[in-house]
Each structure stands twice: as structure tokens, then as C-alpha cells.
């Protein structure tokens, strides 16, 4: 082959690369779209009432483009709560970050921001549940599911006490143990809100301050204790 025809070989296979790279983009792009107007919707009309077709309408496109991203309402419900938990867990791992709070002050932050975010999504938070309901009554594991989405959350959340520990702001003890009571407080943030229909639930936020504070008080005790 010339050089010239091995040069021009070369450049197609680039452009052809470029042109797949910015379809695989626009799609994306396209898909995230439908998901934050599919959120709306959802949150509006439950899960229940919620059709596919209202979905695309909202969206501005027919059944049938919207059946080239989704599959069903199922599917697209499950890829708007992943976006939204996603977009929790970042601010999440900013405050674990930020080099200013101390560890204990990340774990009440941390706190504050679930209440803030519950209270805010508390129409979200409801129809989360009726969906969870109607996958466990199909014979889902709605369990495993909620579990899957929180994850990743839980393992910041152990990282800021296990840091805490290694620093010595705070003493030795179950990591996971403290991590499940932590979590807890978040579980009766989402019932109280969600099922209870509570709007004041302030409280909780000082209940996990005391709790981390009480890591933080162990710590000192040991330390005086030495």
C-alpha cells in the first residue's frame, strides 16, 4: 500500500472512531435527559400512574424512540433513582473530603445533608417505597435493591470513622456496628418523612451529632485513661 493511501486508511479509521465516540456521547447525553424529565413525572404521578407514554410526551419524543434508550417504566424509574443516589453520594464524598471539618463534624454534616435532601425529595422518597412495594409483591428482592444503591455510601461513611480511628479522634471500636446505627438514622429520617409524612425532623440531626460527638468523647476518655 502507498503512503498516501496508508495515510488517507488511517484517517478514516480515526474519523470513524470520532463519529462512534460522538454518537456514544449524544446518546448519553440524550439518555440523562430523559431521566431527570422522567423523575419529574414519576414524582407528579406516582409510580403507578406513571405510563411510558406519559414519559415520552414530557420528553418530547414518541414511544418508539423512547423504547431505543429503555425498555420499560421499570428500568427507567431504577436509572432515574441511580442518577439521583449518585449525585447524593458525590456531595457525600465532598464533605469526607474536606480537610477542614474534623471527622466527627463529617459524620453530623453528613447528617445534616440526608435530612436536607429527604425533606427536599420527600414526594420522590414516597414513591420510591410504592415502587419497592410493587417489586416485592411481583417476588423481587426489594431488600438487595435498596441495598445495591446504598453501598457505596456506606463504605464513605465506615472510610470517615476508620480515618477517625486512625487519626485517634476517635477509639477502637465495630466500624460496621457504628456504621449500621449511623445508617439507621438515615433509615428513620426517610420512614418518618416518606411513611410518617413528618416535616420536622430536625431532631435526627442532632441525634447523630451526639452520636459522632460520642465517638469523639471515647476517644478523649481512652486517651486520659492511658
Known amino acids: 500500500m502507498r503512503l498516501h493511501e ?16 460522538s454518537i456514544a ?13 422522567a423523575l419529574d413525572v414519576f414524582v407528579e404521578e406516582g409510580y403507578e400512574d406513571t405510563t411510558f407514554q406519559k ?5 418530547g419524543i414518541t414511544r418508539t424512540i423512547l423504547y431505543l434508550y429503555f425498555k420499560n417504566k421499570r428500568e427507567i424509574f431504577y436509572f432515574s433513582i441511580k442518577l439521583f443516589t449518585e449525585r447524593l453520594e458525590m456531595s457525600i ?6 480537610p477542614s471539618l474534623s471527622q466527627a463534624d463529617k459524620l453530623t454534616s453528613i447528617a445534616s445533608l440526608a435530612v436536607e ?9 414516597q414513591v420510591i417505597i410504592d415502587y419497592l412495594g410493587h417489586l416485592k409483591a411481583s417476588g423481587g428482592d426489594a431488600d438487595e435493591r435498596v441495598r445495591r444503591r446504598t ?3 456506606r463504605h464513605i461513611i465506615a472510610g470517615v470513622m476508620v480515618a477517625g480511628q486512625k487519626s485517634g479522634e476517635f477509639s477502637a471500636f465495630s466500624v460496621k456496628a457504628a456504621d449500621d446505627l449511623f445508617y439507621a438514622l438515615i433509615e428513620a429520617t426517610i420512614f418518618r418523612i416518606a411513611v410518617l409524612r413528618r416535616e420536622d425532623v430536625s431532631g ?6 451526639l452520636f459522632a460527638q460520642g465517638l469523639k468523647a471515647s476517644s478523649a476518655l481512652a486517651l486520659a485513661s492511658r
Open 117 to 125: 435532601q429527604c425533606t427536599k425529595n420527600s414526594r420522590l422518597l
Open 6 to 21: 496508508l495515510d488517507s486508511c488511517r484517517y478514516t479509521n480515526s474519523s470513524t472512531k470520532g463519529v462512534k465516540v
Open 151 to 153: 453501598l457505596r455510601m
Open 25 to 37: 456521547v449524544e446518546h448519553d447525553k440524550r439518555k440523562r435527559e430523559i431521566l431527570e424529565k
Open 93 to 98: 464524598k465532598t464533605i469526607a473530603a474536606d
Open 55 to 59: 414519559i415520552a410526551e414530557r420528553c
Open 204 to 209: 435526627l440531626v442532632e441525634s447523630a451529632r
